[in-house]
């Protein structure tokens, strides 16, 4: 059992940054493939970011490259999610992400899921 704990998520304005913590526990395999979802009032939940543990691969929902960035540090088994210029339109709780399949770009391909971590990005 994987257990996920975010951080991070806070009010902040339209241009501003961020950067979300996930922090990783209970995992017994080296191997792991971890993002982060969003999930805006109404909407499904979607992909933002993936990372995966062999060969550091990467992957963003394309209309976020360039404006989110993901990372990890394996020695505190955390995940980060780096987001500059945000825009009202980020406005989601974010969840942390650990799955089976890469890339794993949709929901089904997760195992484990944090609790989410609100960020409010306002005019």
């Known amino acids: 059992q994987v257990q996920l704990v975010e951080s991070g998520g806070r009010l902040v304005q339209a241009g501003g940054s961020l950067r979300l913590s996930c922090a990783a526990s209970?995992?017994?395999?080296?191997?792991?493939?971890m993002g982060w979802f969003r999930q805006a009032p109404g909407k499904d939940r979607a992909f933002v970011a993936g990372?995966?543990?062999?060969?550091?691969?990467?992957d963003y929902e394309d209309s976020l490259k360039g404006r989110f960035t993901i990372s990890r540090d394996d020695a505190k088994n955390t995940v980060y999610l780096q987001m500059n210029s945000l825009k009202t339109d980020d406005t989601a709780v974010y969840y942390c992400?650990?799955?089976?399949?890469?890339?794993?770009?949709?929901?089904?391909?997760?195992?484990?899921w944090g609790q989410g971590t609100q960020v409010t990005v306002s005019s």
């Open positions: 992400a650990d799955g089976y399949r890469w890339p794993m770009t949709d929901k089904q391909f997760v195992t484990y």
């Open positions: 990372i995966m543990s062999e060969g550091g691969l990467l």
């Open positions: 209970g995992r017994t395999a080296s191997r792991y493939v």
